[in-house]
T-cell receptor, first 114, second 109 residues
């Protein structure tokens, strides 16, 4: 158990809908990362937050957005969903977001868009 | 651009050593990582190496880094059936992890 929690574990929704994925980092970790794992694209970095502010951005679509709240939990919002958005979405956390500190991964949320 | 490549499959006999190879393009990273993903599970950090090191040993795991060739390898000694998983190499330019496609390790008796 990494200490990072993600909810829900599974999500099934229809095209065009909007969903919110939630992540709680390990106690004491200030930085949160979001990753997408799909068969087509592999494991890709989406976005990073540190203490409530966006720090780095990867291959995140404009239909997707994220935020980190004052209690340090984070949410990833996915809108206008397409079939290709079906994937496993991982959240990871680290102490301060610098490369020297390892990222601990949550169990993931499996999103299925039908 | 940033790219990490690794072979997709490796099959070894139980008790033998496994060597998983990885090449990367971005040489600015301070650390390079190996993660393990078991079926239905998230990623687990196995080990990492600081970019100014050539080798790091951690129990059954040995990481070799050739900075000149941008080549990273993970050796698992005395491979066990419990080592069957997908192994991801990751580069870490700036604040993000760039993953390879993963190497599926199958261990057979």
């Amino acid at each position: 158990d990494s200490g990072v929690t993600q909810t829900p574990k599974h999500l099934i929704t229809a095209t065009g809908q909007r969903v919110t994925l939630r992540c709680s980092p390990r106690s004491g970790d200030l930085s949160v990362y979001w990753y997408q794992q799909s068969l087509d694209q592999g494991l890709q970095f989406l976005i990073q937050y540190y203490n409530g502010e966006e720090r780095a951005k990867g291959n995140i679509l404009e239909r997707f957005s994220a935020q980190q709240f004052p209690d340090l939990h984070s949410e990833l919002n996915l809108s206008s969903l397409e079939l290709g958005d079906s994937a496993l979405y991982f959240c990871a956390s680290s102490v301060d977001g610098t490369p020297g500190h390892q990222q601990y991964f949550g169990p993931g949320t499996r999103l299925t868009v039908t | 651009g940033e790219d990490v490549e690794q072979s997709l499959f490796l099959s070894v006999r139980e008790g033998d050593s496994s060597v998983i190879n990885c090449t990367y393009t971005d040489s600015s990273s301070t650390y390079l990582y190996w993660y393990k993903q078991e079926p239905g599970a998230g990623l687990q950090l196995l080990t990492y190496i600081f970019s100014n090191m050539d080798m790091k040993q951690d129990q059954r795991l040995t990481v070799l880094l050739n900075k000149k060739d941008k080549h990273l390898s993970l050796r698992i000694a005395d491979t066990q059936t419990g080592d069957s998983a997908i192994y991801f190499c990751a580069d870490s330019p700036l604040n993000k992890l760039i993953f390879g496609a993963g190497t599926r390790l199958a261990v057979h008796p």
